[in-house]
Antibody, heavy 123, light 107 residues
Framework: EVQLVESGGGLVQPGGSLRLSCAAS????????MDWVRQGPGKGLEWVGR??????????EYAASVRGRFTISRDVSKNSLYLQMNSLKSEDTAVYYC??????????????WGQGTLVTVSS | DIQLTQSPSFLSASVGDRVTITCRAS??????LAWYQEKAGKAPNLLIY???TLQTGVPSRFSGSGSGTEFTLTISSLQAEDFATYYC?????????FGGGTKVEIK
């Protein structure tokens, strides 16, 4: 069974940093792109960024709103994905989801999501 | 960036009703359009991908159609468990984007 479990959320002050983790199981995450998507309180879904799969060297892509502040990385040995968030702003307050993307050569959407972890940026 | 405009943003319907939600893309996205269902406190659940392909395990009352810039999600006979918020999502090009959502409530 595919499972994605996020952790690391919490309360952080504006300008602070936080690192989220996503533990994948039930599949080989290195074969898939892996994404972060967030949802602010009472808002819709916003794509944050992506780590490509091993076929494309784990190339990363980011939304303009987080580029230069957030960094996505992987630990293949742990089947895990990370989101390092720096220079946090109040508008980064959201539930952050980890989601599984397609394998190389396919054009499928995000098909499995974790339950999310809440990040609150406030003084 | 490709903007996705969903309509309506809210709809009230009864069990057994046929419901249609529209998603319009600001540029041609071919068939790289997916639909998700989200219930309060839970992660989004993939319903439809490549505009019209039903995800495994999703009831057949859900269907999708369209290509290019115009897409629809149809629920042929609304069930109690279908009251939720629905999002369209384009994965044709970066940045990936989502529609604003359509909340389906009980009339």
């Amino acid at each position: 069974e595919v499972q994605l479990v996020e952790s690391g959320g919490g309360l952080v002050q504006p300008g602070g940093s936080l690192r989220l983790s996503c533990a994948a199981s039930g599949f080989t995450s290195s074969d898939h792109t892996m994404d972060w998507v967030r949802q602010g309180p009472g808002k819709g879904l916003e794509w944050v960024g992506r780590s490509g799969n091993k076929g494309d060297g784990y190339n990363t892509e980011y939304a303009a709103s987080v580029r230069g502040r957030f960094t996505i990385s992987r630990d293949v040995s742990k089947n895990s994905l990370y989101l390092q968030m720096n220079s946090l702003k109040s508008e980064d307050t959201a539930v952050y989801y980890c989601a599984r993307g397609p394998v190389r050569g396919t054009r499928r959407p995000l098909d499995h999501w974790g339950q999310g972890t809440l990040v609150t940026v406030s003084s | 960036d490709i903007q996705l405009t969903q309509s309506p943003s809210f709809l009230s319907a009864s069990v057994g009703d046929r419901v249609t939600i529209t998603c319009r893309a600001s540029q041609d996205i071919s068939s790289y359009l997916a639909w998700y269902q989200e219930k309060a406190g839970k992660a989004p659940n993939l319903l439809i991908y490549l505009a019209s392909t039903l995800q495994t395990g999703v009831p057949s009352r859900f269907s999708g159609s369209g290509s290019g810039t115009e897409f629809t999600l149809t629920i042929s006979s609304l069930q109690a468990e279908d009251f939720a918020t629905y999002y369209c999502h384009q994965h044709n090009s970066y940045p990936l984007t989502f529609g604003g959502g359509t909340k389906v409530e009980i009339k």
